[in-house]
């Protein structure tokens, strides 16, 4: 497959230097040159496909080019050891859980791929590399279980200090190994900054083989459109138009959705649903994209001021203001929406589900409102409730379920390195602890 640069469109790249370069040189993001669709017959026989046949196919669709069909079924193979199920919420309401992961958060499914593929590529070329990420909480867990351990490659996570959950602080902080986790000063923002700026600084590139697992990374967007066609596989004998409502900060996972779309995913409409941090329902609104600071908000994995794919959400429509109206609708909802959404779900449908999640069911069913139509809603669970357990069980005046796997985290001392949010202090860091070429 090849992509092209979002800036400079002439700007090409193969696969493998998409994925270990992450940005192209001219700080634009890749995008896929030509989108193939599946095939109708596999289409059409999908509701009989488990998750990894349908991974294995989508990856095979798109890859054709640069890996063979027994390569891509030993990627996937060592990706997912999980599923993403969707289960009933009331009458045409379901709830899709990407949650059964190692990290217990949907960006396990990126990052468990992108480890599987960059492995693939440095054991062919026998080299070192440096993953650098910023995470408003649940990339950085993800990316540490995904990368935990793989020979030759070590990982460096920064967070915003003082504002992730306890859990997801554990997730970065307790593997050791290589993982080093990074306590920033700062928002979500200054950490996303100062990695943008690590891969454009000169002396950096030439002293180290850096890479990035943000969502930018194309290597996370691909994988995320398998759970969309695994929904649509459960659901479709239920006959009726599909609507997904994604929780959105960065808005990988939404453009993920539409990347499943351009390749023939059968989905009716999307919903961006946002919380204050709300850049993109004002576009969706106004047609002026105006970014501003993040706002902390009890949904923190979304406190994205300038979400970093919202370019690519623009050329899935070829920049068409109104053609991504008609498949796109924005919402958001602050805090005490969240809040009674979460209680709503808990009192009257028995399901407990984690902040984000509460604000893909609003989105869902204001969507549903505004269009007065008959559609089967899928709002999409990204984390498991219990990665928020102090704010759930505040929220809903109950103690809550802790799975085994993050009890056991509780329990392990954090190693974090304490960072200012400026670029020097960063760099120096890097230079004094990481890997040289
Ligand atoms: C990262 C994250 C989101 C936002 O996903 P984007 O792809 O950045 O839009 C939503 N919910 C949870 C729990 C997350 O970790």
């Not at 590529?121 to 935990?148: C, M, P, Y």
């Not at 989905?267 to 946002?274: D, K, L, N, P």
């Not at 994995?301 to 068409?320: H, I, K, Y």
């Amino acid at each position: 497959m090849i992509f092209y640069s979002t800036k400079t469109s002439s700007h090409k790249a193969k696969l493998e230097e998409a994925i270990f370069r992450s940005l192209p040189p001219d700080n634009g993001l890749y995008m896929p040159e030509h989108i193939p669709s599946l095939s109708q017959a596999f289409l059409d026989d999908i509701q009989n496909k488990t998750f990894k046949e349908i991974a294995i196919e989508v990856t095979h669709t798109l890859l054709s080019d640069d890996l063979t069909r027994q390569e891509v079924v030993e990627i996937i193979d060592l990706a997912y050891d999980f599923e993403a199920p969707t289960q009933r919420i009331s009458e045409d309401v379901y709830v899709l859980e990407l949650f059964h992961g190692p990290s217990m958060a949907f960006k396990d499914f990126g990052a468990r791929f992108m480890a599987a593929l960059m492995s693939y590529f440095l054991k062919r070329n026998n080299k070192e590399l440096n993953i650098l990420v910023a995470t408003s909480g649940d990339t950085g867990g993800a990316v540490a279980q995904g990368f935990f351990d793989v020979p030759g490659i070590s990982v460096t996570i920064l967070y915003p200090s003082g504002k992730v959950s306890d859990i997801q602080e554990k997730q970065l902080t307790t593997l050791g190994h290589n993982v080093q986790a990074l306590e920033v000063d700062g928002t979500f923002d200054d950490c996303q900054k100062l990695v943008k700026e690590a891969f454009l600084d000169q002396e950096l590139n030439e002293r180290f083989n850096l890479a990035s697992a943000n969502s930018i990374n194309i290597a996370r967007l691909i994988p995320q459109s398998f759970y969309y066609f695994a929904a649509y596989a459960q659901l479709k004998q239920l006959g009726k138009p599909i609507v997904f409502a994604v929780p959105s900060g960065n808005f990988g996972n939404l453009s993920a959705g539409l990347l499943a779309f351009r390749m023939g995913l059968p989905a009716a409409h999307f919903v961006a649903a946002t919380n204050k941090n709300n850049a993109v329902p004002r576009y969706l609104e106004s047609g002026t994209y105006n970014p501003l600071p993040s706002i902390e908000t009890i949904s923190n994995a979304m406190d994205v001021g300038n979400p970093s794919n919202f370019v690519r959400l623009t050329r899935f429509f070829q920049e068409d203001l109104n053609l991504i109206r008609e498949k796109v609708s924005g919402y958001y909802f602050d805090d005490s929406q969240t809040r009674d959404a979460m209680r709503e779900l808990n009192d009257a449908l028995e399901y407990i589900a984690c902040p984000h999640t509460a604000v893909a069911y609003l989105g869902l069913e204001a969507y549903r409102k505004e269009s007065n139509s008959d559609f089967v809603g899928v709002f999409l669970s990204t984390a498991h409730p219990a990665k928020f357990i102090d704010l759930v069980e505040q929220t809903l005046g109950k103690s809550i379920e802790v799975p085994e796997r993050l009890q056991k985290l509780l329990s392990l001392p954090k190693t974090a390195t304490k960072l200012s949010s400026d670029f020097i202090s960063f760099k120096d860091l890097l230079i004094s602890t990481l890997s040289k070429k």
